[in-house]
């Protein structure tokens, strides 16, 4: 593979395993709309969403891609990209309005309408429990930073798994708890939007623990495919400098490794643990917590975007606030090459490199890419196409990326595509598109775009063999 390859090179080049399984992933406030709808309760998202300065544009899900009303049209969308796969999230707060209690069985039931729509269309639904919409009644109770939430979590998923436990195989507790922990929490640039190093801490020790007080509900409810999908961001330092090592050292261990190791070795990383404690913001571990959260995983979902570079210094004042705790003595270079819409650079290197490790850290635990994409300026031209060139080019390297890793050993199961659709990309709004298929705000229009195609004739080429 050179830089130069076309993309019929590159999709000649691709083989996968027999039962590799092809998806693409959305998540609730993303796509679903109908935020007043069938008694569904306000999210943290709704809230952050709603307050001026903290979205793009003032942008909101409140309509999103109207997915609630049109997924027979989706799920008809997924059937013709050949999908073999969905993953998408659960609303708990359309489930459980005031976030426990009482339940809301209209909310149940969308999700058993939507599941039906896809068995019948012959793709497997891969549910996320806890895609960051908070219901707001927690929040006000002191969200996840409160130890109880993680109880409340469980007792959540005990909800929905008894609902839909007799027509869902694969389960998953959190996307992306890093986001939810730290983003959320230390820099303010996700609901809840607090910039508190000692609530990002505890967020980040509840969300573990609730994942791990429902491993234990979804197993006393017979799931046998069960596994978290954490986000994963290499770390690499400017120069071999102590300090920029140290600074490398210090970001990973927040980023990556902090939710890895406890999961699935049952311990934090002591580095980390000791970061965390003189920032004052120690993780407050009780006996017999770890134990919960490293309960066995069938996969692990893996999310994988770019790399970072980084340097010991200052931060910038003109740099928005770090995600990191103690990280204001952290610089993120900005990266070298092209990037997406994002800002993010573009590296199926590091994509390669990073299964490798994560085969090494977790031998023998099977790894599911959940979510890997780009963003870019796609418009519909006057003959209704997309060509997004950029993405086809992304889309098939990152493919690339991960049959070379699994060539070298690592036990990669499945790619789902991050998105199937364009969507709200939370703080960014509606500003930024990551769809295999574009969405016209305006008018609920979908369109395919080239990428979708190309998604499309790799699954063709695989299921035929
Ligand atoms: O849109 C998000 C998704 O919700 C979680 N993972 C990253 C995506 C792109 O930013």
């Given at each position: 593979m050179t830089t130069t390859d076309s993309p019929e090179d590159l999709l000649a080049g691709l083989t996968f395993p027999p039962g590799f399984v092809f998806g693409a992933a959305t998540a609730a406030y993303q796509i679903e709309?109908?935020?007043?709808?069938?008694g569904r309760g306000r999210s943290i998202w709704d809230t952050y969403s709603h307050t001026?300065?903290?979205?793009f544009g003032g942008h909101?899900?409140?309509?999103?891609?109207d997915h609630y009303h049109r997924y027979r049209d989706d799920v008809a969308l997924m059937r013709e990209l050949g999908l073999s796969a969905y993953r998408f999230s659960v609303s708990w707060p359309r489930v459980l309005p005031e976030g426990a209690?009482?339940?809301?069985q209209r909310g149940l039931d969308f999700y058993r309408r939507l599941v039906d729509e896809l068995l019948e269309a012959g793709i497997d639904p891969w549910l996320t429990?806890?895609?960051?919409?908070?219901p707001q009644a927690l929040q006000d109770r002191g969200?996840?930073?409160?130890?109880?939430t993680a109880a409340r979590f469980a007792d959540y998923s005990a909800v929905v798994v008894d609902a839909l436990g007799d027509r869902v195989r694969h389960w998953s507790t959190l996307n992306e708890p890093m986001c939810s922990s730290l983003i959320g929490?230390?820099?303010?640039?996700?609901?809840?939007?607090l910039q508190d190093p000692v609530a990002a801490s505890r967020a980040v020790h509840h969300l573990l623990l609730g994942h791990g007080l429902a491993a234990g509900r979804l197993r006393a409810a017979g799931v046998e495919s069960f596994g978290i999908t954490l986000n994963f961001t290499p770390m690499s330092p400017a120069t071999d400098s102590p300090a920029d090592l140290d600074a490398a050292r210090r970001l990973d261990g927040q980023q990556n490794r902090m939710f890895l190791d406890p999961v699935v070795s049952g311990a934090y990383p002591a580095d980390v643990v000791d970061d965390l404690a003189a920032a004052g913001a120690p993780l407050p571990v009780q006996d017999g917590d770890l134990e919960i959260i490293a309960a066995p995983l069938d996969w692990l979902g893996v999310n994988y975007y770019f790399e970072q570079t980084v340097r010991a210094g200052a931060r910038p004042a003109?740099?928005?606030?770090?995600?990191?705790?103690?990280?204001?003595n952290v610089v993120e270079l900005d990266p070298e090459g092209p990037t997406t819409t994002m800002g993010w650079g573009i590296s199926p290197r590091a994509f390669t490199d990073l299964l490798l490790w994560l085969g090494a850290k977790a031998p023998g635990l099977p790894l599911m890419i959940t979510e890997n994409g780009s963003a870019w300026d796609d418009v519909v031209d006057a003959e209704g196409a997309v060509h997004d060139p950029e993405r086809v080019d992304f889309l098939l390297r990152h493919l690339a990326a991960m049959t070379a890793a699994i060539e070298r050993g690592a036990d990669v199961r499945g790619y789902f595509a991050w998105s199937l659709m364009d969507n709200?990309?939370?703080?960014?709004?509606?500003?930024?598109r990551f769809g295999l298929v574009h969405v016209d705000?305006?008018?609920?229009r979908r369109t395919v775009k080239d990428s979708g195609r190309v998604y499309a004739e790799v699954l063709r080429r695989h299921r035929e063999g």
């Open positions: 709309g109908a935020a007043d709808e069938d001026p300065g903290r979205t909101t899900g409140d309509v999103a891609c209690g009482r339940v809301e429990l806890y895609h960051w919409d908070l969200g996840w930073a409160d130890r109880d929490h230390m820099a303010g640039a996700h609901a809840p939007g003109d740099k928005p606030p770090t995600s990191f705790i103690g990280g204001e709200f990309e939370w703080a960014r709004g509606y500003a930024q705000y305006d008018t609920q």
